[in-house]
């Protein structure tokens, strides 16, 4: 189709126009409101012993529990869209420890980075690891912030001393109050736990004699108490307790993953439990109309002739 | 200067279309039928360039050229701030209660030393665009969680945790003071340097422990500001004639003498009651607006605008000529057909 001569010179000033009208709005229109989902999380990271044996493997390496929950939590981090929120806390002994309560993470970044370097097992305030009371102190914890964050619990699982299945302890609050992920980390055979001295030096191992092997509460119960006795002494080797945790999340109504290889599973699973807020945030069309006004401009200016003349 | 989207760069060579398209151009029998004239020609030329540069600007604008986020050093007014926050459990008794000679049994209290001191640290980070903070954990190990930093939002956020659930067992004033001295090793001296005690009570010192402190301290120029909360109001720090026995010896009244003896300026406050707690941060606060070099972000500033400018005006003249022409052809066809 050959356009007539008249017709090219108005169809190209009509183009040409609208063209400039797009460039001008890319100019002087106002960035619009576009409403994003953020959500609200709180890390708690393990700090205990048990995170210190190197059985889980990131990439080629192997490296240590605790290295890889932090850099776990470090990619979610930065998988988070920006606007959402991220806090940190620590858990060791039977409780959970707040040390930043949530923050946006794209400014923040480079705080949050900083702190959770600095978490290492020397933080430790006692030598226990009772994981399902740290968890509850989270949860209770979480509620006094507002807004209130989803709690991602990163763990092993390694109860110490253990706990006898009847006699867990109590959890007082109504489960799924606060949504949660329990992720958790390390290999699925038993190995020695190092031990660590007050600089965090690792010097040697936990020895079977060094630890509690049953629950001191279950012993004088009859009935438990045999079921007891017959347990394995292994409580000074380590692995990753799943089905342990399968029971601890069931029991307060959150979600849990078994080591993740990606942060995006954490993201969904987070995004499914969680109340996401909707944050509105600037947004420049700038791109799209100087974009549009780009591509009209190039079809005035693209050589027709040279495909339309071979047709003559 | 840096892109967005560089790879949109490579669209550039587009820009050279104007130079091969003969769209609006009138087939005629034999070009030398034109009358040669050098004003049309310097004119097509000139089109033609400007058309090139109005895709050129607009394939740049849409890679977003931008100056990216960065810090510039600026002369401010304030202080670098290292703040030790006692998170031992006796913070979560009551702050100033009464003197008696029993203990209270009562827990979580609204105005426990905690919270006290949580609310007026928020206060006092908040009235201080300036300066720089940074919070050392402690319990019986220290670590600096938060290095000296200007964002106000992590600051807050971490004093705000330290009033999160109870307090530890067992904390160590001297570790903490070591940490506190040790978080400025390395850094560039910008101006006034404080450590920030708060707490409730004071510990009995090594002589090892007192001779480090009192090294680091000095090796990294410190002063030192302890903000005492009186459990039971009534005691001071230094001894007073005719008070309680009980009083003398205490651990704080040690502490207290060593902070003394320390060649770096140090002052202690006495909280006894909200209004002296007050009183003291609002001291601190205006002892210390020093000239201090400080770094300010400066956000990402888009340079998509000026290229979208560019365009504007070139395309602005461009169309203006096509529409003149289109007026111009369209009186000629229509005479031509009369």
Redesign the interface.
Same mark, same amino acid.
């Given at each position: 189709m050959r356009l007539s001569y008249p017709k090219r010179i108005f169809l190209t000033a009509l183009v040409m126009l609208i063209s400039l009208l797009m460039i001008m709005a890319a100019l002087w229109l106002p960035p619009v409101d576009r409403e994003i989902e953020v959500m609200d999380s709180l890390f708690v990271i393990d700090i205990t012993d048990s995170m210190n044996v190197e059985d889980v493997s990131f990439g080629s390496e192997t490296i240590t529990r605790l290295d890889w929950a932090k850099e776990y939590t470090r990619q979610s981090i930065l998988s988070m869209p920006c606007g959402s929120h991220a806090g940190l806390a620590i858990f060791s002994e039977a409780r959970s420890l707040i040390l930043m309560t949530p923050v946006e993470v794209c400014a923040n970044y480079h705080d949050l980075m900083q702190m959770l370097s600095q978490f290492h097992p020397t933080m430790a305030w006692a030598r226990s690891s009772e994981v399902s009371k740290a968890l509850y102190t989270a949860i209770r914890q979480a509620k006094e912030i507002t807004p209130q964050p989803t709690v991602v619990f990163l763990t092993d699982g390694h109860e110490a001393p253990p706990v006898h299945e009847t006699l867990f302890p109590k959890f007082t609050d109504t489960p799924g109050e606060v949504p949660g992920v329990i992720v958790g980390i390390g290999g699925s055979d038993l190995v020695p736990i190092p031990k660590t001295n007050e600089f965090g030096e690792i010097e040697g191992y936990w020895e079977i004699n060094e630890v509690m092997h049953k629950d001191v509460y279950a012993s004088s119960r009859g009935d438990a108490a045999e079921l007891n006795n017959n347990r394995p002494r292994t409580e000074h080797l380590s692995s990753q307790k799943k089905s342990h945790m399968e029971t601890v999340s069931r029991r307060v109504g959150f979600e849990f993953i078994s080591s993740p290889t990606s942060p995006q599973k954490l993201i969904k699973e987070m995004q499914k439990i969680s109340d996401t807020r909707q944050q509105p945030v600037k947004y420049d069309l700038f791109v799209w109309l100087a974009s549009i006004a780009l591509i009209l401009l190039l079809l005035v200016f693209l050589p027709y002739s040279l495909f339309t003349k071979q047709h003559e | 200067m840096s892109w967005s989207h560089p790879y949109l760069l490579y669209l550039l060579p587009?820009a050279l $279309?104007?130079w091969? &398209?003969?769209?609006?151009e009138?087939?005629i029998v034999w070009e030398s039928l034109l009358p040669h004239d050098t004003v049309s020609t310097v004119m097509g030329y000139t089109l033609r360039v400007m058309?090139s540069i109005?895709?050129a600007a607009?394939?740049m604008?849409?890679a /977003?050229p931008h100056i990216p986020e960065h810090t510039v050093q600026r002369s401010g007014q304030g202080a670098e701030v290292i703040i030790l926050l006692d998170r031992s459990r006796s913070m979560d008794q009551p702050f100033a209660r009464r003197h008696t000679y029993r203990l209270s049994t009562k827990m979580n209290f609204k105005e426990s030393k905690r919270s006290v001191a949580r609310y007026y640290l928020t206060e006092f980070v908040s009235s201080r665009p300036d300066d720089r903070f940074g919070y050392v954990?402690f &319990?019986?190990?220290a670590?600096?969680? $938060?290095?000296l930093?200007y &964002?106000k /939002?992590?600051t807050l956020?971490?004093i705000?945790?330290g009033g999160?659930?109870?307090g530890?067992?067992?904390t160590d004033i001297s570790v903490a003071l070591k940490k506190a001295g040790e978080m400025f090793d390395g850094e560039v001296y910008r101006g006034a340097r404080i450590v920030l005690l708060i707490s409730d009570g004071g510990q009995i010192l090594s002589a090892e422990q007192e001779q480090r402190i009192s090294q680091i301290l000095q090796d990294n120029n410190l002063s030192l500001y302890w903000i005492y909360l009186r459990s039971v109001s009534g005691m001071t720090l230094d001894e007073m004639p005719g008070e309680s026995v009980l009083w003398q010896g205490a651990p704080e009244r040690h502490l207290h003498t060593f902070f003394k003896s320390l060649s770096v300026p140090y002052q202690a406050f006495e909280a006894g009651s909200l209004d002296e707690f007050a009183a003291a941060m609002k001291n601190i606060d205006q002892q210390h607006y020093q000239t201090l070099l400080v770094e300010r972000k400066m956000p990402r500033e888009s340079l998509?605008?000026y290229f $979208?400018?560019v365009?504007?005006v070139g $395309?602005?003249l461009?169309?203006a000529s096509?529409?003149y022409?289109?007026f111009g052809? &369209?009186r000629a066809?229509r005479s031509t057909r009369h």
């Open positions: - | 587009l $279309l104007p091969v &398209s003969r769209n609006t009138k087939q058309a109005v895709i607009l394939i604008a849409v /977003e954990f &319990s019986e190990q670590s600096g969680i $938060l290095p930093t &964002s /939002e992590t956020a971490t705000e945790a999160l659930g109870r530890l067992t067992k998509a605008d $979208l400018w365009a504007m $395309l602005l461009l169309t096509q529409i022409t289109w052809v &369209s066809y």
